[in-house]
């Protein structure tokens, strides 16, 4: 099968769970972590075409680049909560500036973490990648997003219609 039918099927399957995921109760993060794993697999064949790597160039950044987004992930989920305890604290209004700039800390440690990983990210990618395949990935980036955003927009339209 050439990589133009797996790409077509992995996205079929990302519409498809997209649209399951709008059906299923927020809550279900067994759900939408299959879903974050079918975007990230969808992102990286995607990567492979648009950039026409290698299988040398593939086999190297693939496991570097799934590493380094699943640390990343956690460290948005953690972020995620010292911001939700951050707004709880401060919702009580009995607020010690002590602890309230041990959260604020917290916070600016765990997105100067987020950054690093991104740095990482880039310091993998200029080892591996030849400059035009650089270039061509600043494009990827910007295209995959939009063309994301707009699959799941008309997920979410198709799993509210029905």
Excluded at 89 to 101: A, M, Q, T
């Amino acid at each position: 099968m050439n990589r133009r039918k797996i790409v077509a099927v992995l996205l079929f399957c990302l519409i498809l769970g997209t649209r399951a995921l709008a059906q299923v109760p927020q809550g279900d993060a067994q759900v939408k972590s299959r879903l974050r794993n079918n975007i990230n697999t969808l992102r990286l064949l995607r990567l492979t075409e648009a950039l026409n790597l290698t299988e040398d160039q593939t086999a190297k950044l693939f496991p570097a680049l799934t590493r380094i987004d699943s640390a990343k992930l956690e460290l948005q989920r953690q972020m995620g909560t010292e911001i939700q305890d951050l707004r709880v604290y401060l919702s009580k209004g009995d607020v010690r500036n002590e602890e309230l700039l041990g959260r604020v800390k917290t916070i600016k440690e765990l997105r100067q973490q987020i950054r690093a990983k991104d740095e990482e990210v880039d310091a993998v990618l200029d080892a591996n990648l030849t400059p035009v395949q650089k270039a061509k990935y600043m494009l990827f980036l910007v295209d995959f997003a939009r063309g994301l955003g707009e699959t799941l927009n008309r997920a979410r339209g198709l799993g509210g219609k029905n």
